[in-house]
Nanobody, 116 residues
Framework: QVQLAESGGGYVQAGGSLRLSCTVS????????VGWFRQAPGKDREFVSA????????WYKDSVKGRFTISRDNAKNTVYLQMNSLKPEDTAVYYC?????????WGQGTQVTVSS
């Protein structure tokens, strides 16, 4: 059974930084593309960033480009999301998503709160 565990969320003032981690267990991590999504109160879940199996391809939501960086360490079965220059509108629960072919797994989420 594949399991995803997010960590690194917390409370930070605007302009601050956090690094989220997503650790995948139960299968060959290097076979999975991984993404981050977020859901703010009263809003739909939205895409934030993603990284390919090799790590050479990355994608970002326009509003986080230049502030967030996604990376992966296949030796540690972990994907990171470095978030800098955080804004109050980044406040949300952040979810990790791992995908291989038509199979997708989700983590439980980690709360990020940015105060103004």
């Amino acid at each position: 059974q594949v399991q995803l565990a997010e960590s690194g969320g917390g409370y930070v003032q605007a302009g601050g930084s956090l690094r989220l981690s997503c650790t995948v267990s139960g299968d060959t991590f290097s076979d999975y593309a991984v993404g981050w999504f977020r859901q703010a109160p009263g809003k739909d879940r939205e895409f934030v960033s993603a990284i390919t199996v090799s790590g050479e391809g990355t994608w970002y939501k326009d509003s986080v480009k230049g502030r967030f960086t996604i990376s992966r360490d296949n030796a540690k079965n972990t994907v990171y999301l470095q978030m800098n220059s955080l804004k109050p509108e980044d406040t949300a629960v952040y979810y990790c998503n791992a995908q291989r072919s038509a199979t997708t797994y989700w983590g439980q989420g980690t709360q990020v709160t940015v105060s103004s």
